[in-house]
């Protein structure tokens, strides 16, 4: 298990157990917050899509001053057309700005609000290290039930489409541990909230699939995933975690087991690759992408994109390092993932009694610059909620895009449109749903996001601009996905 990848950082897990006062679990009759029948649910308690065949007195990135109508096709999905607006007398009310919807390129689906569960409020990590929260996780996964794994997810999936997030691609874990109960509540929570979020569902090994027990360590796990993805159709993705594994050897055995299981299956492919800031350490991005090409990725499985998430090791680069990466990339459907608000808790940690400053790195992928000055395919993703793997921060990807602002001091011309992109429309097209830019166009995909309120008082700041949006989007927002407004409210 994580165990061996552990002690190759001098991390003794066992010891980082028993450390942990779990304390007692809640008893058999407490309070749950859990929606009535959970696993029985066939509707969700809010109001159905409404079809949408205007959208008036809008603004548009490409117009910040001009209000304009856009024409929407619900039959279709599409935007028909976009038309000035009128100008009637008396003036209407000040003009809302609409922007394409969100996505998540990379979220965990059956880990999320761990800490805001009552089954689970005896696991508080006892310190804020990856091995505390590895081994608290852990605990948790032992309990988890469909009921949990359902209201979890409902949770999750309520307050992404609140936010406007009408894609997103859930990890969902198989390993002898949970078995594939969480594939299994993806695939219903996939099915429920089909009409206000498109859920792909990646099937992911967290654990070693080459490093455990016996002589075939990892067996087990490999089997359930396998079966997932050649047998379940509502699985669309493959992904595993090659640092887990014990040594470079298993590392790069379990890159080839993953893409040649994606184009087995004719699924895309999503690594959490190279999570170290160790210099010293050999980035394993070069055998990934040494191995798509071996393996004829682009002709085999040309439907497939390949994500990279974290890659905290890419950050220690130089220039030349950089250049190889850009000419290795070169014709590959690769989309790196930053993941920031995982990254900066975990990594970049300062040595013992050097708390107080001194030189820390970052430790979360350049993104902004990794577009605009190499032209790399990078997007934002949220990554975890409410666990202690990320104990901050909510299910807004508008939240990680503000982040990103101070992050990578990102307040020039141009950078705003770039963060706004990589929770939407890169992010997009990064999980195989088509891409765009931050532009609103006729025959494009009717997903919108409207930022404001129809009616709002006077003293409501109105958000003209894409940079206003990023820099705090504010409360209110109207959501429309495939030209249906989509509520998600009690």
Same mark, same amino acid.
């Given at each position: 298990?994580?165990?061996?990848?552990?002690?190759?950082?001098?991390?003794?897990?066992?010891?980082?157990?028993?450390?942990?006062?779990?304390?007692?679990?809640?008893?058999?009759?407490?309070?749950?917050?859990?929606?009535?029948?959970?696993?029985?649910?066939?509707?969700?308690?809010?109001?159905?899509?409404?079809?949408?065949?205007?959208?008036?007195?809008?603004?548009?990135?490409?117009?910040?001053?001009?209000?304009?109508?856009?024409? !929407?096709?619900?039959?279709?999905?599409?935007?028909?057309?976009?038309?000035?607006?009128?100008?009637?007398?008396?003036?209407?009310?000040?003009?809302?700005?609409?922007?394409?919807?969100?996505?998540?390129?990379?979220?965990?689906?059956?880990?999320?609000?761990?800490?805001?569960?009552?089954?689970?409020?005896?696991?508080?990590?006892?310190?804020?290290?990856?091995?505390?929260? !590895?081994?608290?996780?852990?605990?948790?996964?032992?309990?988890?039930?469909?009921?949990?794994?359902?209201?979890?997810?409902?949770?999750?999936?309520?307050?992404?489409?609140?936010?406007?997030?009408?894609?997103?691609?859930?990890?969902?874990?198989?390993?002898?541990?949970?078995?594939?109960?969480?594939?299994?509540?993806?695939?219903?929570l996939q099915r429920l909230w089909r009409a206000r979020c498109a859920v792909q569902l990646c099937v992911f090994a967290q654990d070693p699939v080459?490093?455990?027990?016996?002589?075939?360590?990892?067996?087990?796990?490999?089997?359930?995933?396998?079966?997932?993805?050649?047998?379940?159709?509502?699985?669309?993705?493959?992904?595993?975690?090659?640092?887990? $594994?014990?040594?470079a050897a298993r590392a790069r055995r379990n890159v080839l087991w993953a893409v040649r299981l994606a184009v087995r299956s004719g699924k895309h492919?999503?690594?959490?690759?190279?999570?170290? !800031?160790?210099?010293?350490?050999?980035?394993?991005?070069?055998?990934?992408?040494?191995?798509?090409?071996?393996?004829?990725?682009?002709? =085999?499985?040309?439907?497939?994109?390949?994500?990279?998430?974290?890659?905290?090791?890419?950050?220690?680069?130089?220039?030349?390092?950089?250049?190889?990466?850009?000419?290795?990339? &070169? *014709?590959?459907?690769?989309?790196?993932? *930053?993941?920031?608000?995982?990254?900066?808790?975990?990594?970049?940690?300062?040595?013992?009694? $050097? $708390?107080?400053? &001194?030189? &820390?790195?970052?430790?979360?992928?350049?993104?902004?610059?990794?577009?605009?000055?190499l032209g790399l395919n990078a997007v934002l993703g949220v990554n975890n909620v409410g666990n202690a793997f990320t104990p901050w921060g909510g299910?807004?990807?508008?939240?990680?895009?503000?982040?990103?602002?101070?992050?990578?001091?990102?307040?020039?011309?141009?950078?705003?449109?770039?963060?706004?992109?990589?929770?939407?429309?890169?992010?997009?097209?990064?999980?195989?749903?088509?891409?765009?830019?931050?532009?609103? &166009?006729?025959?494009?995909?009717?997903?919108?996001?409207?930022?404001? =309120?129809? *009616? *709002?008082?006077?003293?409501? =700041?109105?958000?003209?601009?894409? =940079?206003?949006?990023?820099?705090?989007?504010?409360?209110?927002?109207?959501?429309?996905?495939?030209?249906?407004?989509?509520?998600?409210?009690?």
């Amino acid at each position: 298990m994580a165990a061996e990848f552990l002690a190759t950082h001098g991390i003794d897990l066992q010891a980082e157990l028993s450390a942990v006062q779990f304390g007692p679990p809640p008893p058999d009759n407490a309070p749950s917050p859990s929606p009535p029948s959970p696993t029985t649910a066939t509707t969700l308690p809010f109001p159905a899509p409404c079809p949408l065949t205007t959208l008036p007195n809008i603004l548009l990135p490409s117009s910040p001053t001009t209000p304009h109508t856009i024409h !929407l096709s619900p039959s279709t999905s599409l935007i028909t057309h976009i038309t000035p607006s009128p100008s009637p007398s008396p003036p209407p009310q000040p003009p809302l700005l609409a922007l394409p919807s969100l996505c998540h390129p990379h979220i965990h689906l059956d880990k999320a609000h761990l800490h805001s569960h009552p089954a689970f409020s005896h696991l508080a990590p006892p310190t804020s290290t990856f091995a505390a929260a !590895l081994a608290t996780t852990a605990a948790a996964k032992a309990l988890f039930t469909p009921a949990d794994l359902l209201t979890r997810g409902h949770w999750l999936l309520a307050e992404s489409a609140a936010a406007g997030v009408t894609h997103l691609r859930a990890f969902v874990e198989a390993d002898p541990a949970v078995g594939l109960a969480g594939v299994r509540a993806g695939i219903e929570l996939q099915r429920l909230w089909r009409a206000r979020c498109a859920v792909q569902l990646c099937v992911f090994a967290q654990d070693p699939v080459f490093s455990g027990a016996g002589d075939d360590g990892g067996h087990e796990t490999r089997a359930l995933v396998e079966h997932a993805a050649l047998q379940l159709p509502a699985i669309e993705a493959v992904g595993s975690t090659p640092y887990v $594994e014990a040594d470079a050897a298993r590392a790069r055995r379990n890159v080839l087991w993953a893409v040649r299981l994606a184009v087995r299956s004719g699924k895309h492919v999503d690594f959490h690759l190279d999570y170290t !800031l160790d210099a010293t350490a050999e980035p394993l991005v070069w055998f990934v992408l040494a191995t798509l090409r071996a393996e004829e990725w682009v002709r =085999r499985n040309p439907r497939g994109t390949v994500c990279l998430g974290h890659c905290t090791r890419l950050t220690l680069f130089g220039a030349a390092e950089w250049a190889r990466l850009c000419a290795e990339v &070169r *014709g590959l459907p690769v989309y790196f993932v *930053g993941l920031p608000t995982s990254d900066l808790y975990m990594m970049g940690r300062p040595a013992a009694g $050097e $708390e107080g400053g &001194r030189d &820390r790195a970052r430790g979360t992928l350049q993104v902004v610059w990794m577009v605009r000055a190499l032209g790399l395919n990078a997007v934002l993703g949220v990554n975890n909620v409410g666990n202690a793997f990320t104990p901050w921060g909510g299910a807004d990807p508008l939240g990680v895009a503000a982040l990103g602002v101070g992050v990578y001091q990102a307040g020039a011309e141009g950078d705003a449109e770039v963060l706004y992109e990589c929770v939407s429309t890169r992010a997009r097209e990064a999980i195989g749903f088509g891409g765009g830019s931050v532009e609103v &166009r006729e025959g494009e995909g009717a997903d919108l996001v409207v930022y404001g =309120r129809e *009616g *709002g008082g006077g003293w409501e =700041r109105r958000r003209r601009t894409v =940079r206003e949006v990023v820099g705090d989007a504010g409360r209110h927002r109207m959501v429309v996905k495939g030209g249906y407004r989509i509520v998600v409210e009690q």
